[in-house]
T-cell receptor, first 117, second 112 residues
């Protein structure tokens, strides 16, 4: 079956431009997560969507970052006025989260490698 | 505050030898613990998790992990390492209603 997909796989942009990263979760998964993995670093939690509940945005590093999830499925992470420090791999994950918690196994996409020049 | 630590950046093991990748945690209430693996140029894959029950959890690819409440640890183990086990391993922890936190990762290198 299809796993989590992300697009684009690679993105090169100039400082100050806006970028949109897309995530298609596994069909039927109600929970969706975004993480950032900088070179040589662990995973940094960004945002968590669970069904129709208000998302947990506590990990977003600044107001330049935003995310939405339309129709409880596809999600878009938007970074406005990109900075060089935004360069990283952005990972999306989904889970079948019947309890509205972080306890379920997460299935990760391949990531989008963002390079801000 | 909730936290997870992987004290070793790198672990080197000869093929056929047992391996251990260490993880300690701090969380309020009962912990929920995970191990994920990231192979080169591939996404993260779930290995195993502890939610409740037996302290010894068995997972994919012959890996297992032991939950030790008194030592607040959840070390990943495998009796006999394979070269193909070489990858980046992440431990993660969450509480009953808190967001998941990942460790900084441990790079496991298995030499032939």
């Amino acid at each position: 079956g299809a796993g989590v997909s992300q697009s684009p796989s690679n993105k090169v942009t100039e400082k100050g431009k806006d970028v949109e990263l897309r995530c298609d979760p596994i069909s039927g998964h109600t929970a969706l997560y975004w993480y950032r993995q900088s070179l040589g670093q662990g995973l940094e939690f960004l945002i968590y969507f669970q069904g129709n509940s208000a998302p947990d945005k506590s990990g977003l590093p600044s107001d330049r970052f935003s995310a939405e999830r339309t129709g409880g499925s596809v999600s878009t992470l938007t970074i406005q006025r990109t900075q060089q420090e935004d360069s990283a791999v952005y990972l999306c994950a989904s889970s079948f989260d019947g309890r509205g918690s972080y306890q379920e196994t997460q299935y990760f996409g391949p990531g989008t490698r963002l390079l801000v020049l | 505050a909730q936290s997870v630590a992987q004290p070793e950046d790198q672990v080197n093991v000869a093929e056929g030898n047992p391996l251990t990748v260490k993880c300690t945690y701090s969380v309020s209430g009962n912990p929920y613990l995970f191990w994920y693996v990231q192979y080169p140029n591939r996404g993260l894959q779930f290995l195993l998790k502890y939610i409740t029950g037996d302290n010894l959890v068995k997972g994919s690819y012959g890996f297992e992990a032991e939950f030790n409440k008194s030592q607040t640890s959840f070390h990943l183990k495998k009796p006999s390492a394979l070269v193909s086990d070489s990858a980046l391993y992440f431990c993660a922890v969450t509480g009953s209603a808190s967001k998941i936190i990942f460790g900084s990762g441990t790079r496991l290198s298995i030499r032939p």
